[in-house]
Protein backbone atom coordinates (compact mmCIF):
# COMPACT_ATOMS: atom_id res chain seq x y z
CA UNK A 1 0.00 0.00 0.00
CA UNK A 2 2.40 2.38 0.90
CA UNK A 3 4.61 1.35 -2.29
CA UNK A 4 1.14 2.67 -4.08
CA UNK A 5 0.94 6.04 -2.17
CA UNK A 6 4.13 6.77 -3.31
CA UNK A 7 3.90 6.26 -6.74
CA UNK A 8 0.96 7.91 -7.03
CA UNK A 9 2.04 11.10 -5.37
CA UNK A 10 5.21 10.75 -7.69
CA UNK A 11 3.05 10.52 -10.21
CA UNK A 12 0.58 13.36 -8.91
CA UNK A 13 3.72 15.69 -8.57
CA UNK A 14 4.84 15.13 -12.00
CA UNK A 15 1.39 16.37 -13.48
CA UNK A 16 1.37 19.18 -11.21
CA UNK A 17 4.76 20.29 -12.79
CA UNK A 18 4.00 19.30 -16.27
CA UNK A 19 0.56 21.48 -16.09
CA UNK A 20 2.70 24.14 -14.33
CA UNK A 21 5.53 24.28 -17.33
CA UNK A 22 2.75 23.33 -19.85
CA UNK A 23 3.49 26.28 -22.30
CA UNK A 24 6.88 25.84 -23.36
CA UNK A 25 9.58 28.70 -24.47
CA UNK A 26 9.05 30.18 -27.43
CA UNK A 27 12.35 30.94 -27.83
CA UNK A 28 15.56 29.71 -26.90
CA UNK A 29 19.21 31.64 -26.73
CA UNK A 30 22.44 29.64 -27.90
CA UNK A 31 25.55 30.16 -25.58
CA UNK A 32 28.63 28.45 -25.21
CA UNK A 33 29.42 26.10 -22.53
CA UNK A 34 32.85 25.12 -23.44
CA UNK A 35 34.35 26.34 -26.73
CA UNK A 36 35.70 24.01 -29.78
CA UNK A 37 38.64 22.77 -31.34
CA UNK A 38 40.30 21.42 -34.73
CA UNK A 39 40.26 18.03 -33.60
CA UNK A 40 38.28 14.99 -32.58
CA UNK A 41 41.22 13.34 -30.85
CA UNK A 42 44.79 14.25 -32.24
CA UNK A 43 46.93 10.95 -33.29
CA UNK A 44 50.13 10.79 -35.86
CA UNK A 45 52.24 13.83 -36.87
CA UNK A 46 55.00 14.16 -39.18
CA UNK A 47 57.22 16.92 -39.64
CA UNK A 48 57.06 18.04 -43.30
CA UNK A 49 60.26 19.91 -43.56
CA UNK A 50 58.13 23.00 -44.53
CA UNK A 51 57.80 24.85 -41.37
CA UNK A 52 54.27 22.68 -41.11
CA UNK A 53 53.23 19.69 -38.66
CA UNK A 54 51.16 16.76 -40.26
CA UNK A 55 48.58 15.87 -38.13
CA UNK A 56 45.85 12.97 -38.51
CA UNK A 57 42.23 13.03 -36.40
CA UNK A 58 40.94 9.23 -36.99
CA UNK A 59 37.45 10.18 -35.78
CA UNK A 60 37.12 13.48 -37.01
CA UNK A 61 38.16 11.89 -40.22
CA UNK A 62 40.71 14.69 -41.32
CA UNK A 63 43.77 15.07 -42.16
CA UNK A 64 45.44 18.81 -40.74
CA UNK A 65 48.67 21.03 -41.54
CA UNK A 66 49.52 23.04 -38.34
CA UNK A 67 52.13 26.41 -38.33
CA UNK A 68 54.60 25.23 -36.50
CA UNK A 69 55.44 29.08 -35.68
CA UNK A 70 51.98 30.29 -34.93
CA UNK A 71 50.06 26.79 -34.10
CA UNK A 72 47.28 27.71 -36.64
CA UNK A 73 45.62 24.65 -38.12
CA UNK A 74 43.72 23.94 -41.43
CA UNK A 75 42.74 20.92 -42.70
CA UNK A 76 44.60 19.14 -45.48
CA UNK A 77 41.74 17.19 -45.76
CA UNK A 78 38.23 16.51 -45.05
CA UNK A 79 35.76 13.74 -43.84
CA UNK A 80 35.22 11.20 -44.67
CA UNK A 81 38.30 10.76 -46.55
CA UNK A 82 40.66 12.02 -44.17
CA UNK A 83 40.06 8.95 -41.03
CA UNK A 84 43.50 8.57 -40.08
CA UNK A 85 45.32 7.19 -37.12
CA UNK A 86 48.72 7.74 -38.60
CA UNK A 87 50.32 10.04 -41.37
CA UNK A 88 53.73 10.80 -43.64
CA UNK A 89 55.64 12.20 -46.24
CA UNK A 90 56.44 9.92 -49.16
CA UNK A 91 59.64 10.78 -51.16
CA UNK A 92 58.18 12.68 -53.61
CA UNK A 93 55.86 14.41 -51.41
CA UNK A 94 52.63 12.58 -51.20
CA UNK A 95 51.07 12.81 -48.52
CA UNK A 96 49.76 8.97 -46.48
CA UNK A 97 47.80 8.29 -43.96
CA UNK A 98 46.03 4.61 -42.71
CA UNK A 99 42.10 4.63 -42.11
CA UNK A 100 42.01 2.31 -38.94
CA UNK A 101 38.25 1.23 -39.23
CA UNK A 102 37.80 1.88 -42.80
CA UNK A 103 40.89 -0.33 -43.33
CA UNK A 104 41.84 1.71 -45.83
CA UNK A 105 45.58 3.06 -46.74
CA UNK A 106 45.44 6.89 -48.06
CA UNK A 107 47.45 8.40 -50.61
CA UNK A 108 47.59 12.64 -51.80
CA UNK A 109 49.65 13.33 -54.52
CA UNK A 110 51.19 16.87 -54.51
CA UNK A 111 48.76 17.92 -56.81
CA UNK A 112 45.82 17.24 -54.37
CA UNK A 113 44.67 14.15 -56.07
CA UNK A 114 43.33 11.79 -53.33
CA UNK A 115 42.63 7.93 -53.95
CA UNK A 116 42.87 4.33 -51.89
CA UNK A 117 45.84 2.48 -52.68
CA UNK A 118 45.03 -0.57 -50.12
CA UNK A 119 42.36 -1.56 -48.77
CA UNK A 120 40.61 -4.65 -46.52
CA UNK A 121 43.11 -3.88 -43.92
CA UNK A 122 41.07 -3.76 -40.81
CA UNK A 123 42.87 -2.17 -37.81
CA UNK A 124 45.51 -0.36 -40.20
CA UNK A 125 47.59 2.02 -37.87
CA UNK A 126 50.83 3.12 -38.28
CA UNK A 127 53.15 4.04 -41.33
CA UNK A 128 56.85 4.14 -42.60
CA UNK A 129 58.91 4.41 -45.08
CA UNK A 130 62.74 2.91 -45.08
CA UNK A 131 65.42 4.82 -46.73
CA UNK A 132 65.27 2.75 -50.28
CA UNK A 133 61.59 3.94 -50.37
CA UNK A 134 60.16 0.57 -49.41
CA UNK A 135 57.12 1.20 -47.59
CA UNK A 136 55.48 -0.62 -44.11
CA UNK A 137 51.97 -0.43 -42.60
CA UNK A 138 50.71 -2.59 -39.50
CA UNK A 139 47.56 -3.69 -38.41
CA UNK A 140 47.04 -3.81 -34.80
CA UNK A 141 43.54 -3.94 -32.35
CA UNK A 142 41.72 -5.85 -34.71
CA UNK A 143 44.52 -8.05 -36.67
CA UNK A 144 47.90 -8.12 -35.99
CA UNK A 145 50.36 -7.75 -39.06
CA UNK A 146 52.97 -5.89 -40.33
CA UNK A 147 52.45 -5.73 -44.07
CA UNK A 148 54.75 -4.06 -47.01
CA UNK A 149 52.70 -2.35 -49.18
CA UNK A 150 53.61 -0.64 -53.31
CA UNK A 151 53.20 3.20 -52.58
CA UNK A 152 51.51 3.24 -55.85
CA UNK A 153 48.67 0.55 -54.85
CA UNK A 154 49.74 -1.76 -58.52
CA UNK A 155 50.68 -4.25 -56.20
CA UNK A 156 48.84 -6.79 -53.38
CA UNK A 157 50.47 -5.82 -49.92
CA UNK A 158 52.90 -8.81 -48.68
CA UNK A 159 52.78 -9.52 -45.48
CA UNK A 160 56.24 -9.39 -43.58
CA UNK A 161 54.95 -10.66 -39.88
CA UNK A 162 52.31 -12.39 -38.28
CA UNK A 163 50.81 -11.43 -34.73
CA UNK A 164 54.17 -9.38 -33.92
CA UNK A 165 52.45 -8.06 -30.38
CA UNK A 166 50.53 -4.84 -31.79
CA UNK A 167 53.85 -3.07 -33.04
CA UNK A 168 52.71 0.57 -33.23
CA UNK A 169 54.12 3.85 -34.11
CA UNK A 170 57.48 3.41 -36.13
CA UNK A 171 60.30 4.26 -37.77
CA UNK A 172 63.29 2.84 -39.58
CA UNK A 173 66.56 3.37 -38.19
CA UNK A 174 69.94 3.99 -40.03
CA UNK A 175 70.86 0.46 -39.98
CA UNK A 176 67.89 -0.13 -42.25
CA UNK A 177 65.92 -1.70 -39.67
CA UNK A 178 62.44 -0.90 -38.13
CA UNK A 179 61.84 0.35 -34.50
CA UNK A 180 58.82 0.55 -33.07
CA UNK A 181 56.91 -0.49 -29.47
CA UNK A 182 55.29 -3.94 -29.09
CA UNK A 183 52.05 -2.84 -27.34
CA UNK A 184 51.25 -6.56 -25.32
CA UNK A 185 55.06 -7.31 -23.99
CA UNK A 186 55.68 -3.31 -23.28
CA UNK A 187 58.85 -3.32 -24.84
CA UNK A 188 60.77 -1.39 -27.92
CA UNK A 189 61.81 -3.70 -31.06
CA UNK A 190 63.74 -4.11 -33.58
CA UNK A 191 62.48 -5.77 -36.77
CA UNK A 192 64.42 -6.97 -40.17
CA UNK A 193 62.02 -6.57 -42.69
CA UNK A 194 63.82 -8.83 -45.13
CA UNK A 195 64.34 -11.81 -42.66
CA UNK A 196 60.90 -11.16 -40.32
CA UNK A 197 62.57 -11.44 -37.18
CA UNK A 198 62.37 -9.17 -34.04
CA UNK A 199 64.61 -8.54 -31.06
CA UNK A 200 64.39 -6.12 -28.39
CA UNK A 201 65.72 -3.16 -27.62
CA UNK A 202 64.32 -1.57 -24.36
CA UNK A 203 61.25 -3.28 -22.06
CA UNK A 204 59.76 -2.19 -19.13
CA UNK A 205 57.55 0.36 -20.45
CA UNK A 206 54.18 0.32 -18.84
CA UNK A 207 51.80 0.95 -22.60
CA UNK A 208 54.63 2.09 -25.31
CA UNK A 209 52.71 3.75 -28.75
CA UNK A 210 55.22 5.35 -30.77
CA UNK A 211 59.10 5.61 -31.08
CA UNK A 212 60.82 8.01 -33.24
CA UNK A 213 64.97 9.12 -33.35
CA UNK A 214 66.41 12.17 -33.00
CA UNK A 215 67.54 14.25 -35.35
CA UNK A 216 71.32 12.74 -35.65
CA UNK A 217 69.29 9.21 -35.73
CA UNK A 218 71.50 8.02 -32.28
CA UNK A 219 68.68 8.42 -30.26
CA UNK A 220 65.30 7.05 -30.06
CA UNK A 221 62.69 8.77 -28.00
CA UNK A 222 59.48 6.60 -27.28
CA UNK A 223 56.21 7.74 -25.53
CA UNK A 224 54.48 5.52 -22.68
CA UNK A 225 51.03 6.08 -23.17
CA UNK A 226 50.17 5.14 -19.56
CA UNK A 227 52.37 6.89 -17.29
CA UNK A 228 52.67 10.07 -19.71
CA UNK A 229 56.47 9.88 -20.23
CA UNK A 230 58.75 10.79 -23.12
CA UNK A 231 61.32 8.11 -22.62
CA UNK A 232 64.73 8.77 -24.25
CA UNK A 233 66.45 4.94 -25.67
CA UNK A 234 70.25 5.02 -25.65
CA UNK A 235 71.08 2.69 -28.59
CA UNK A 236 72.95 0.20 -28.62
CA UNK A 237 72.89 -0.11 -25.02
CA UNK A 238 68.77 0.67 -24.45
CA UNK A 239 69.24 2.31 -21.48
CA UNK A 240 66.48 4.53 -20.92
CA UNK A 241 65.88 8.02 -19.21
CA UNK A 242 62.80 10.18 -19.10
CA UNK A 243 62.89 13.41 -20.93
CA UNK A 244 59.52 14.82 -19.72
CA UNK A 245 56.78 13.74 -17.62
CA UNK A 246 53.17 14.79 -19.86
CA UNK A 247 49.60 13.77 -19.00
CA UNK A 248 48.76 10.09 -19.42
CA UNK A 249 47.11 9.23 -23.05
CA UNK A 250 49.91 10.18 -25.18
CA UNK A 251 49.45 8.76 -28.80
CA UNK A 252 52.35 9.46 -30.55
CA UNK A 253 55.12 11.85 -31.66
CA UNK A 254 57.06 13.60 -34.43
CA UNK A 255 60.81 15.41 -33.88
CA UNK A 256 61.68 17.94 -36.03
CA UNK A 257 65.23 18.95 -37.64
CA UNK A 258 66.38 20.98 -34.33
CA UNK A 259 65.20 17.99 -31.95
CA UNK A 260 62.07 19.32 -30.61
CA UNK A 261 59.81 16.57 -29.76
CA UNK A 262 56.52 17.26 -30.91
CA UNK A 263 53.59 14.80 -28.65
CA UNK A 264 50.07 13.96 -29.14
CA UNK A 265 47.49 13.80 -26.36
CA UNK A 266 44.37 11.82 -27.83
CA UNK A 267 42.60 12.31 -24.29
CA UNK A 268 42.81 15.86 -23.99
CA UNK A 269 43.01 16.31 -27.66
CA UNK A 270 45.68 18.38 -28.09
CA UNK A 271 49.86 19.08 -29.15
CA UNK A 272 52.97 19.94 -26.91
CA UNK A 273 56.43 20.68 -27.72
CA UNK A 274 59.05 19.36 -25.56
CA UNK A 275 62.47 20.66 -25.85
CA UNK A 276 64.95 17.40 -25.15
CA UNK A 277 67.75 19.84 -23.76
CA UNK A 278 66.29 20.58 -20.71
CA UNK A 279 62.63 18.56 -20.47
CA UNK A 280 60.95 21.57 -20.86
CA UNK A 281 57.04 21.45 -22.47
CA UNK A 282 55.29 23.92 -24.27
CA UNK A 283 51.55 23.74 -25.84
CA UNK A 284 51.31 24.25 -29.85
CA UNK A 285 47.39 22.93 -29.72
CA UNK A 286 45.07 23.19 -27.20
CA UNK A 287 41.57 22.08 -26.66
CA UNK A 288 39.07 21.68 -23.37
CA UNK A 289 37.07 18.62 -25.05
CA UNK A 290 38.40 15.57 -26.82
CA UNK A 291 34.63 14.32 -28.59
CA UNK A 292 31.90 15.31 -27.09
CA UNK A 293 28.92 12.57 -27.68
CA UNK A 294 26.72 11.51 -24.73
CA UNK A 295 25.58 13.89 -22.29
CA UNK A 296 23.36 13.75 -19.05
CA UNK A 297 22.21 15.94 -15.88
CA UNK A 298 20.83 15.00 -12.72
CA UNK A 299 17.05 16.68 -13.07
CA UNK A 300 17.73 17.38 -9.10
CA UNK A 301 21.32 19.55 -9.97
CA UNK A 302 20.39 23.19 -9.32
CA UNK A 303 24.11 23.60 -10.34
CA UNK A 304 23.39 21.49 -13.74
CA UNK A 305 26.67 19.69 -13.53
CA UNK A 306 26.77 17.85 -16.92
CA UNK A 307 28.42 14.38 -17.43
CA UNK A 308 29.94 14.46 -20.41
CA UNK A 309 30.76 10.80 -22.51
CA UNK A 310 33.95 12.58 -24.31
CA UNK A 311 35.39 9.07 -25.57
CA UNK A 312 38.94 8.91 -24.69
CA UNK A 313 38.00 10.40 -21.54
CA UNK A 314 34.57 10.77 -19.12
CA UNK A 315 34.60 13.99 -17.84
CA UNK A 316 32.27 16.52 -16.03
CA UNK A 317 31.24 20.09 -17.29
CA UNK A 318 29.57 22.92 -15.33
CA UNK A 319 26.59 23.64 -17.38
CA UNK A 320 26.62 27.06 -16.17
CA UNK A 321 30.13 27.95 -15.68
CA UNK A 322 31.98 25.17 -18.31
CA UNK A 323 34.64 24.35 -16.00
CA UNK A 324 35.78 20.99 -16.71
CA UNK A 325 36.25 18.05 -14.06
CA UNK A 326 38.21 15.17 -15.49
CA UNK A 327 37.10 12.38 -13.54
CA UNK A 328 38.43 9.29 -16.04
CA UNK A 329 41.10 8.82 -18.40
CA UNK A 330 41.34 5.98 -21.05
CA UNK A 331 44.40 3.95 -21.10
CA UNK A 332 45.80 5.13 -17.66
CA UNK A 333 42.26 3.67 -15.84
CA UNK A 334 39.29 1.13 -16.70
CA UNK A 335 37.58 3.63 -18.37
CA UNK A 336 36.45 2.01 -21.93
CA UNK A 337 36.45 5.06 -24.55
CA UNK A 338 32.52 6.15 -23.04
CA UNK A 339 30.37 8.12 -26.00
CA UNK A 340 26.87 7.20 -24.29
CA UNK A 341 26.26 8.48 -20.76
CA UNK A 342 23.17 8.40 -18.63
CA UNK A 343 22.40 8.54 -15.02
CA UNK A 344 20.35 6.81 -12.42
CA UNK A 345 19.63 7.62 -8.45
CA UNK A 346 23.22 6.05 -7.36
CA UNK A 347 24.93 5.05 -10.67
CA UNK A 348 26.84 6.22 -13.87
CA UNK A 349 26.09 4.14 -17.31
CA UNK A 350 28.80 4.59 -19.78
CA UNK A 351 28.62 2.67 -22.54
CA UNK A 352 30.85 2.43 -26.25
CA UNK A 353 29.52 1.69 -29.53
CA UNK A 354 33.44 0.45 -31.00
CA UNK A 355 32.35 -3.31 -32.55
CA UNK A 356 35.42 -4.93 -31.07
CA UNK A 357 36.34 -6.44 -28.34
CA UNK A 358 36.32 -2.89 -26.25
CA UNK A 359 32.84 -2.84 -26.73
CA UNK A 360 31.08 -2.64 -23.43
CA UNK A 361 28.79 -1.24 -20.63
CA UNK A 362 30.04 0.10 -17.42
CA UNK A 363 28.27 1.35 -14.24
CA UNK A 364 30.49 3.41 -11.80
CA UNK A 365 29.34 4.44 -8.62
CA UNK A 366 28.09 8.33 -9.21
CA UNK A 367 29.57 9.98 -5.69
CA UNK A 368 33.22 8.31 -5.70
CA UNK A 369 33.36 7.32 -9.94
CA UNK A 370 34.36 3.59 -8.25
CA UNK A 371 33.75 0.72 -11.50
CA UNK A 372 31.10 -1.14 -10.20
CA UNK A 373 30.58 -3.56 -13.30
CA UNK A 374 31.91 -3.93 -16.66
CA UNK A 375 28.91 -5.92 -19.37
CA UNK A 376 30.79 -6.77 -22.58
CA UNK A 377 28.56 -6.17 -25.82
CA UNK A 378 29.86 -6.07 -28.97
CA UNK A 379 26.50 -5.16 -31.03
CA UNK A 380 27.34 -1.76 -31.18
CA UNK A 381 25.19 -0.38 -27.88
CA UNK A 382 24.80 3.30 -28.01
CA UNK A 383 21.79 4.28 -25.19
CA UNK A 384 21.78 2.90 -22.13
CA UNK A 385 19.89 3.41 -18.75
CA UNK A 386 19.52 1.84 -15.94
CA UNK A 387 16.18 1.44 -14.36
CA UNK A 388 14.87 1.40 -10.94
CA UNK A 389 15.34 -1.79 -10.07
CA UNK A 390 19.43 -2.12 -11.31
CA UNK A 391 18.73 -3.97 -14.86
CA UNK A 392 20.10 -1.73 -17.57
CA UNK A 393 18.21 -1.62 -20.69
CA UNK A 394 20.34 -1.35 -24.02
CA UNK A 395 20.13 0.27 -27.43
CA UNK A 396 21.70 -2.49 -29.93
CA UNK A 397 22.53 -0.18 -32.86
CA UNK A 398 24.14 -2.76 -34.82
CA UNK A 399 21.20 -6.02 -34.36
CA UNK A 400 18.26 -3.35 -34.13
CA UNK A 401 17.25 -4.48 -30.43
CA UNK A 402 16.93 -3.19 -26.89
CA UNK A 403 17.99 -5.66 -24.88
CA UNK A 404 17.31 -5.96 -20.59
CA UNK A 405 20.37 -6.88 -18.83
CA UNK A 406 19.67 -8.27 -15.34
CA UNK A 407 21.80 -7.63 -12.34
CA UNK A 408 23.40 -10.92 -12.02
CA UNK A 409 27.01 -11.86 -12.38
CA UNK A 410 27.96 -12.80 -15.30
CA UNK A 411 24.78 -11.05 -16.50
CA UNK A 412 21.66 -12.21 -18.48
CA UNK A 413 20.22 -10.62 -21.47
CA UNK A 414 17.18 -10.64 -22.37
CA UNK A 415 15.65 -9.00 -25.81
CA UNK A 416 13.18 -6.14 -24.67
CA UNK A 417 11.99 -5.34 -28.46
CA UNK A 418 13.72 -5.75 -31.80
CA UNK A 419 13.19 -3.89 -35.51
CA UNK A 420 14.07 -1.12 -34.42
CA UNK A 421 16.43 0.79 -37.56
CA UNK A 422 19.17 2.03 -35.93
CA UNK A 423 18.13 2.32 -32.08
CA UNK A 424 20.56 5.30 -30.67
CA UNK A 425 19.18 7.43 -28.29
CA UNK A 426 17.38 6.31 -24.63
CA UNK A 427 15.11 7.86 -22.41
CA UNK A 428 12.91 6.57 -19.83
CA UNK A 429 9.10 7.35 -19.28
CA UNK A 430 8.85 5.24 -16.09
CA UNK A 431 6.53 7.42 -13.75
CA UNK A 432 3.60 6.53 -16.58
CA UNK A 433 1.01 4.23 -15.91
CA UNK A 434 2.10 1.63 -18.24
CA UNK A 435 5.94 2.81 -17.92
CA UNK A 436 8.58 2.44 -21.23
CA UNK A 437 11.09 4.13 -23.13
CA UNK A 438 11.66 6.47 -25.75
CA UNK A 439 14.22 5.54 -27.96
CA UNK A 440 15.41 7.27 -31.24
CA UNK A 441 16.14 5.40 -34.67
CA UNK A 442 18.60 7.30 -36.50
CA UNK A 443 18.38 4.66 -39.75
CA UNK A 444 14.51 4.89 -39.49
CA UNK A 445 13.88 8.62 -38.82
CA UNK A 446 11.29 7.56 -35.61
CA UNK A 447 11.28 8.50 -32.26
CA UNK A 448 9.39 4.87 -30.55
CA UNK A 449 8.09 4.25 -27.73
CA UNK A 450 8.73 0.52 -25.96
CA UNK A 451 6.82 -0.67 -23.02
CA UNK A 452 8.73 -2.06 -20.58
CA UNK A 453 5.99 -4.79 -19.69
CA UNK A 454 5.60 -6.48 -22.85
CA UNK A 455 8.14 -5.18 -25.40
CA UNK A 456 5.11 -3.32 -27.90
CA UNK A 457 6.62 -0.20 -29.62
CA UNK A 458 4.77 2.84 -30.83
CA UNK A 459 5.71 5.19 -33.10
CA UNK A 460 5.42 8.53 -31.46
CA UNK A 461 7.07 10.40 -33.89
CA UNK A 462 8.06 10.14 -37.55
CA UNK A 463 9.54 12.25 -40.63
CA UNK A 464 12.02 13.33 -39.18
CA UNK A 465 15.99 12.63 -40.64
CA UNK A 466 18.71 10.77 -38.66
CA UNK A 467 17.45 11.19 -34.91
CA UNK A 468 20.32 10.98 -32.15
CA UNK A 469 20.26 12.54 -28.80
CA UNK A 470 16.83 12.96 -26.76
CA UNK A 471 16.16 14.03 -23.15
CA UNK A 472 13.13 14.36 -21.62
CA UNK A 473 12.07 18.54 -20.77
CA UNK A 474 10.55 18.99 -17.15
CA UNK A 475 7.43 19.90 -18.88
CA UNK A 476 7.60 16.44 -20.62
CA UNK A 477 8.13 17.15 -23.92
CA UNK A 478 10.71 15.48 -25.71
CA UNK A 479 13.94 17.27 -26.88
CA UNK A 480 15.70 15.69 -30.10
CA UNK A 481 18.59 16.33 -31.84
CA UNK A 482 17.85 15.40 -35.76
CA UNK A 483 21.21 15.47 -37.04
CA UNK A 484 19.93 14.94 -40.64
CA UNK A 485 19.07 18.00 -40.65
CA UNK A 486 21.35 19.73 -38.79
CA UNK A 487 18.32 21.11 -35.84
CA UNK A 488 17.50 20.41 -32.01
CA UNK A 489 13.70 19.88 -32.46
CA UNK A 490 10.88 19.61 -29.37
CA UNK A 491 8.56 16.92 -29.97
CA UNK A 492 5.29 16.53 -27.98
CA UNK A 493 4.93 12.92 -27.20
CA UNK A 494 1.03 12.83 -27.30
CA UNK A 495 0.63 14.16 -30.47
CA UNK A 496 4.48 13.50 -32.36
CA UNK A 497 4.20 17.57 -33.36
CA UNK A 498 7.39 18.89 -33.63
CA UNK A 499 8.86 22.12 -33.11
CA UNK A 500 12.33 23.20 -34.05
CA UNK A 501 14.22 25.45 -31.60
CA UNK A 502 17.67 25.79 -33.20
CA UNK A 503 18.92 25.11 -36.64
CA UNK A 504 21.60 24.73 -38.69
CA UNK A 505 23.94 23.76 -36.27
CA UNK A 506 27.23 21.92 -36.59
CA UNK A 507 26.40 17.99 -36.21
CA UNK A 508 26.95 15.45 -37.79
CA UNK A 509 29.82 14.10 -38.75
CA UNK A 510 29.49 11.48 -41.52
CA UNK A 511 29.60 8.01 -40.22
CA UNK A 512 32.82 5.58 -40.61
CA UNK A 513 32.89 1.64 -41.02
CA UNK A 514 33.46 -0.35 -38.12
CA UNK A 515 30.86 1.63 -35.97
CA UNK A 516 26.87 0.77 -35.85
CA UNK A 517 24.24 3.46 -36.58
CA UNK A 518 24.93 6.85 -34.87
CA UNK A 519 28.51 6.64 -35.16
CA UNK A 520 29.28 9.11 -32.77
CA UNK A 521 25.89 10.30 -31.13
CA UNK A 522 25.02 13.86 -31.16
CA UNK A 523 24.05 14.32 -26.98
CA UNK A 524 21.38 16.39 -25.47
CA UNK A 525 20.75 17.02 -21.85
CA UNK A 526 18.30 18.96 -20.23
CA UNK A 527 18.78 20.53 -16.86
CA UNK A 528 15.96 21.55 -14.33
CA UNK A 529 16.15 25.27 -15.58
CA UNK A 530 14.67 24.37 -18.95
CA UNK A 531 18.08 25.07 -20.09
CA UNK A 532 19.08 22.49 -22.83
CA UNK A 533 22.32 21.27 -23.41
CA UNK A 534 23.84 20.05 -26.75
CA UNK A 535 27.27 18.54 -27.86
CA UNK A 536 28.97 19.37 -31.33
CA UNK A 537 31.32 16.66 -33.18
CA UNK A 538 31.87 18.56 -35.61
CA UNK A 539 33.49 21.49 -33.43
CA UNK A 540 34.47 19.47 -30.59
CA UNK A 541 32.35 21.50 -28.48
CA UNK A 542 29.11 22.24 -26.12
CA UNK A 543 26.37 24.56 -26.25
CA UNK A 544 23.33 25.54 -23.96
CA UNK A 545 19.79 27.23 -25.13
CA UNK A 546 18.84 28.94 -22.36
CA UNK A 547 14.88 29.71 -22.86
CA UNK A 548 14.26 33.25 -23.51
CA UNK A 549 12.28 36.05 -20.89
Known amino acids: MTRFLYKSLAACLLMTSAQALAAPPKAYRQEVVVA ?211 PTGLDNLAVGPDDQVYVSNMVDNDIHVVNPADGSVRPLVESRLSVPSGIAVAPDDPDEQLYVADVYAFRRVGGRDGKITQTARVLSSQTNFPMNVSLSAKHVVLSTSYLGSRSSVQVLDRASGNLLRTIPNANGVQGAIELADGTLILAEAATGKLVRVDTAEPAGTTVLAQGLEGPVGLVADTEAAEPGVYVTEVRSGKVTRVRLSDGAKRTVAKGLKAPEGIARHPDGGLIVAEVGRKQLVRIDPATGRSRVIASSLRIGLPESGGFPPGYLPTGVAVGSSGTIYLTSDIESALYRFVPAP
Open 36 to 246: GSHFQGVHGMAVDGKGHLLASNLLGQTVHSIDLSTGAVSTLVGPPLGGADDVTLGPDGSVYWTGFFSGQLMRRTPDGKTRVIAKDLPGLNSLAFRQDGRFYVTQLGRADALWEVDPNGKKPPRKVISEPGFLNGFEFGPDDRLYGPILLKGQVARVDVDKGTIEAVAGGFAMPVAVNFDARRENLYVVDAARGELVRVRLPSGDKEVVAKL
